[in-house]
């Protein structure tokens, strides 16, 4: 009788360390998705700031003191313009862009709404940033560089580090990006089809496993000094 208890107490020993070792195994699982995750939003969102600030830096380059240089200046929309192929040493690389002049080119930038996640009551939207070059007299790009998780990107700043509306006063421009990391692997009890919506426990794990959304909520804020803005 003594050996049926002992096999007994193994088998439910060994059950159970067999059901801890299976959750640790794919928490752990979980985790390193979730990071490589987090390593791959961090880097599209860097990639898309340098191009953004390589852009930047080139308002105005090669405009005469007299012609108007930023066209709009909104939080969402971004117009100036530069010369692209003024110069061989400074030819953008861009098909069909084969010939050096000096008529000046634009470079636009505006946001749209990408897409609505929706995670129990919490929503969070996703912004394209698109990017448009138009170098007269035949090429006019535009393409999306990435997603943002703020629509608001830019603000203008004045020589003295002031925030401005006024065109003509813009120094410099103050780059702001957000990420939010949509792909994450959440927890399986959230998305059990037996959870009950209304259920003060289930608004907490929302609430848990949100935060693992927003964790790497990676806010990258960059200033560019326009020098040919600054006359």
Not at 60 to 82: C, N, P, Q, R, S
Not at 182 to 191: C, D, G, I, Q, Y
Request: no cysteine.
């Amino acid at each position: 009788m003594s050996s049926i208890i002992d096999i007994i107490g193994a088998m439910f020993i060994g059950g159970m360390l067999m059901l801890i070792a299976m959750n640790a195994s794919d928490t752990a699982a979980r985790e390193f998705f979730n990071q490589n995750s987090d390593a791959i939003t961090q880097a599209n969102l860097s990639q898309i700031s340098d191009i953004i600030g390589f852009d930047l830096k080139k308002m105005g380059f090669g405009i005469a003191e007299t012609d108007t240089i930023v066209f709009t200046a909104e939080d969402d929309h971004l117009k100036f313009t530069t010369h692209l192929n003024s110069h061989p040493d400074y030819n953008i690389n861009l098909s069909g862009v084969n010939y050096i002049d000096q008529i000046p080119d634009t470079i636009e930038y505006t946001i749209s709404t990408a897409e609505t996640i929706t995670y129990g009551t919490v929503s969070i939207t996703l912004f394209n940033i698109h990017r448009r070059i138009r170098i007269p007299p035949s090429v006019d790009v535009s393409y999306v560089v990435g997603q943002s998780g703020n629509s608001n990107p830019f603000t203008y700043l004045d020589q003295m580090g002031n925030a401005t509306t006024n065109i003509s006063a813009i120094a410099n421009v103050e780059l702001q990006l957000s990420a939010f990391n949509s792909e994450v692997v959440l927890s399986p009890e959230l998305v059990m089809e037996s959870l009950d919506m209304g259920d003060a426990t289930t608004q907490e794990l929302q609430e848990r496993e949100l935060r693992l959304i927003l964790r790497p909520a990676y806010w990258k804020q960059t200033r560019y000094s326009a020098r040919n803005l600054k006359r």
